[in-house]
């Protein structure tokens, strides 16, 4: 069910019961866009009006983080939990390997993506992994046509926001695998080489304290961009 959050349409749903669809959809042979919408996100949307148009198509854009939490209560959004990227991808490559489906790992560096893919064959020994590429690549097209010759159902894309989203909207068409999930920083944190925040950071919903700590010259202007974000959708709500 979508919901309106500001002027994007939010995935009202269940961690359990969107595992379940997204199953059931591959079995079904329905193509499905899947993307996750934070603070971020938002902000980025409402500049680039591409980006907002591809995330109100998406099949599924789940929420991700304490400010969209936030931003829920003002809508009187129901939300059953935090369903962000990186806690939610592990399950869903549990479910590919409980059910077969095979999966095409684009994005991060060379180095990250090794690791990351040397961990899934540890942590998912039956998972079908069709192939995998860094996200330092110059062809889009042949990238796409390396990820149909792989045969894979599932594509995991982690190349940041909007990158992501409009490699996986440029070709939506041409794309044969029936999966494909825009999951930002998960490769990076899957190889073991990025640190996550501490379970107490995680638990007190501030792991973004912990990545600024980490980045402070890359991540400032992003988590400045909280304040914007507020700003934005209590201004939108005043107004609407």
């Known amino acids: 069910m979508k919901k309106a959050f500001g002027n994007i349409d939010l995935t009202v749903i ?8 997204f199953v059931s959809r591959i079995r079904n042979g329905k193509k499905t866009n899947i993307y996750f919408l934070n603070a971020h996100c938002y902000n980025v949307a409402q500049t680039d009006a591409y980006y907002h148009r591809i995330l109100n198509e998406a099949d599924y854009l789940l929420n991700d983080g304490v400010g969209v939490e936030i931003g829920a209560k003002l809508f009187d959004i129901p939300l059953s939990g ?4 990186t806690d939610l991808t592990p399950k869903i490559l549990k479910r590919c390997e409980e059910n077969g489906f095979s999966v095409f790992v684009l994005g991060s560096n060379e180095t990250n993506l090794q690791s990351a893919i040397r961990n899934f064959r540890r942590d998912y020994p039956g998972l079908k992994i069709a192939g995998a590429h860094h996200g330092y690549f110059q062809s889009k097209k042949e990238m796409a046509a390396r990820i149909n010759n792989s045969g894979a159902d599932v594509l995991i894309v982690g190349m940041g926001v909007p990158l992501q989203e409009k490699f996986i909207a440029d070709f939506d068409k041409e794309l044969a695998c029936l999966a494909r999930i825009g999951v930002g920083a998960f490769i990076d944190f899957a190889s073991e080489n990025v640190p996550r925040a501490p379970y107490l950071f995680r638990k007190l919903r501030i792991e973004w304290l912990f990545r600024l700590m980490r980045e402070p010259k890359r991540l400032w202007k992003r988590n400045v961009g909280s304040l914007v974000f507020l700003y934005r959708i209590f201004m939108y709500k005043w107004m609407h």
């Open 14 to 21: 269940t961690e359990e019961q969107f595992l379940d669809e």
């Open 82 to 85: 935090n369903l962000n990227g």
